[in-house]
């Protein structure tokens, strides 16, 4: 079965630092989500990524593909406490057919005012 | 749109009992996944319903079950609660199924005791 490892686990910066989480797949990724949750609720949709070398931005996010390393790396610029939470990635594992999506066990990030 | 309503938003259970969680998904979203967070193990897939059919499922013992109803609603039941029960338990919506952009509820908060 398919496995995420997430890096660093836990992350605290200073307001205004630019930080990167990485997720590291195990198997092939055909399909990579990042998902973000505050502490106790939902997960909320960032990003979905589909295609190795794929670069997406929303806001002061930008997450990529590296289809060839097997991973995929989520960059926040000037983090604001806004952005505190628990960043998740989640992965398909098979290029057809109906897959579960497994998910890498987050990273926590606090933002210090 | 209304998002995915999980209800009820908390619950303690002592163990032994059984307990039925419910969750409504966004209209016109015909496929729910169900999964279960905690600290240690992260977030791992339950099983997944579609147009009334369970089209996927994790390895979970057969204490956990669920159903879906016509209306896409569904429910997850779990039998002879146990304490390693104690969760969130976050269910997702989405249009085609799980590897589409899934939308999260806020999660039922469960203690076992």
């Known amino acids: 079965s398919q496995e995420l490892e997430q890096s660093p686990q836990s992350l605290i910066v200073q307001e205004g630092k630019n930080l990167t989480i990485n997720c590291t797949s195990s198997?092939?990724?055909?399909?990579l989500y990042w998902y973000k949750q505050k502490y106790g609720e939902g997960l909320i949709f960032l990003m979905m990524l589909q295609k190795g070398g794929e670069e997406k931005s929303h806001e002061k996010i930008t997450a990529k593909l590296d289809e060839k390393k097997q991973q995929s790396s989520l960059h926040i610029t000037a983090s604001q406490p806004s952005h505190a939470g628990i960043y998740l990635c989640?992965?398909?594992?098979?290029?057809?057919?109906?897959?579960?999506?497994?998910f890498g066990i987050g990273t926590k990030l606090q933002v210090i005012p | 749109k209304a998002g995915v309503t999980q209800t009820p938003r908390y619950l303690i259970k002592t163990r032994g009992q059984q307990v039925t969680l419910s969750c409504s998904p966004i209209s016109g979203h015909r496929s729910v996944s169900w999964y279960q967070q905690t600290p240690g193990q992260g977030l791992q897939f339950l099983f997944e319903?579609?147009?009334?059919?369970?089209?996927n499922k994790g390895n979970f013992p057969g204490r956990f079950s669920g159903r879906q109803f016509s209306n896409s609603r569904s429910e997850m039941n779990v039998s002879t609660l146990e304490l390693g029960d104690s969760a969130l338990y976050l269910c997702?919506?989405?249009?085609?199924?799980?590897?589409?952009?899934?939308?999260f509820g806020a999660g039922t908060r469960l203690s076992v005791l």
């Open positions: 198997k092939t990724l055909y399909g």
């Open positions: 989640g992965a398909d594992g098979n290029a057809g057919g109906y897959q579960k999506v497994t």
């Open positions: 997702a919506s989405s249009s085609q199924g799980a590897r589409n952009i899934q939308y």
């Open positions: 319903y579609f147009s009334e059919t369970q089209r």
